[in-house]
């Protein structure tokens, strides 16, 4: 009886030993050993941040009390030396996360930020997304405007003063800054700066670089980035995870595709016509939608091109694509009365404009969170034999 007893509790460990194995001993649930100077540091796997597309932001995990965070420029691989020189980033751009109420050191050269923040100012509508797709805009105390602003929360928060308008970008006021209270402000650095009088109010200022990534899903991305701040990095992961699944199920489907129609893209203003360079990552949806784009430069913003250079390029290119703020119904009638030269297109004449109008559409406020969706809607028109018959776009669609 007593052998038997004994072969039982001995049976009952051994199968309890892979559960006890995958135990975190330091009682984090779903906790995972990462290597931090060679000694084991325990942190919830669900909620570590590790950007797999995003170029302009890393993660370094001390304890479960600091992360060091460092931004920088994703095309800076990119620039040549005199650019680098003109690149000015106007802000401290390594920072220490620190849980509220650690006491924990951080190293030098780092700026000490306490997380998870609770208040803070975002300056682009690309930064908006972000808070949107984290269900956070209770963190958002100002922003700058609302012009071809759609989001009804927003726009209510705004309305009752939970948010403030602090001005446009090199017209920021001040005061409003400080109204608003933030704990750190997400910026967006270009050269030409505007931020002196941010800087004077001693509040941190936190690069947000999500529209110099130059894949779709790089962009994306940059809502880990947020998260690392506002205390969300398991809805982050969980939010990426599934925008990522979707868009490479539907690139996928225009992998295989053997005819890739020409696509351009751009208007004339101003006797100037502005498109994307050849490795922006319009470039690249359009590629990942089963089309070829016309300009194969390594441009990775935009370029200015006068009308007969443009027209050297596309002029029989099969789709041209159209992102405006038209008032009204944009329509062939007002292209062509825009710039009479403009019916000479092929893409023109065999009615293949693939139009999106902001002023319907809130673009910036959701495409930088929805790759997979502007991607389903280029493959719908690109190739509207992948698609289910009954595809209803989001953003853009072939013009009538």
Request: glycine share 8%; charged share 30%; net charge negative.
């Amino acid at each position: 009886m007593k052998k038997n007893t004994c072969m039982t509790v001995a049976m009952a460990f051994l199968l309890m030993l892979p559960l006890l194995a995958g135990c975190s001993c330091g009682g984090q649930k779903g906790g995972k050993a990462v290597e931090v100077n060679g000694a084991p540091v325990e942190v919830d796997s669900a909620e570590m941040i590790r950007p797999d597309y995003a170029k302009g932001f890393t993660v370094k995990y001390l304890s479960d009390d600091v992360r060091l965070v460092e931004v920088g420029d994703p095309q800076h691989v990119l620039k040549e030396s005199d650019e680098d020189e003109d690149y000015d980033m106007p802000v401290d751009y390594r920072f220490a996360l620190v849980r509220k109420g650690s006491k924990a050191d951080v190293p030098e050269g780092y700026k000490r930020v306490e997380v998870p923040i609770e208040r803070t100012i975002c300056m682009t509508s690309l930064q908006l997304s972000n808070f949107t797709a984290l269900d956070a805009h209770n963190v958002i105390r100002g922003i700058t405007g609302t012009k071809n602003l759609f989001d009804e929360d927003i726009k209510e928060r705004v309305k009752n003063g939970e948010i403030v308008k602090i001005g446009m970008e090199g017209d920021f006021d001040p005061e409003l800054v400080l109204a608003a209270n933030p704990e750190v402000i997400f910026i967006s650095p270009f050269k030409r700066g505007g931020y002196d009088a941010i800087k004077e109010t001693g509040v941190t200022l936190v690069p947000h670089l999500g529209y110099k990534e130059l894949e779709p899903l790089g962009q994306a991305e940059w809502m880990k980035f947020v998260a690392l701040f506002i205390g969300k990095e398991k809805e982050a992961n969980v939010v990426f995870e599934g925008i990522r699944k979707r868009y490479e199920q539907v690139r996928k489907l225009a992998d295989g595709v053997k005819d890739r129609p020409t696509v351009f893209s751009g208007e004339m203003h101003g006797g100037n016509w502005y498109a994307v360079g050849g490795r922006n990552n319009l470039a690249q949806l359009f590629r990942d939608a089963g089309a070829d784009y016309i300009i194969k430069d390594e441009n990775t913003g935009g370029v200015n091109l006068e009308f007969e250079q443009m027209y050297a390029m596309a002029a029989n290119a099969d789709y041209w694509r159209i992102l405006n703020s038209f008032p009204g119904n944009f329509s062939y009638e007002a292209l062509e009365a825009s710039e009479p030269r403009n019916e000479l297109f092929k893409a023109f004449k065999d009615r293949h404009v693939v139009y999106c109008n902001m002023k319907q559409t809130p673009y910036y406020e959701l495409t930088p969170v929805q790759p997979d969706v502007l991607l389903k809607d280029l493959v719908a028109i690109f190739h509207p034999e992948l698609v289910e018959t009954d595809y209803q776009p989001k953003f853009y669609r072939l013009l009538k």
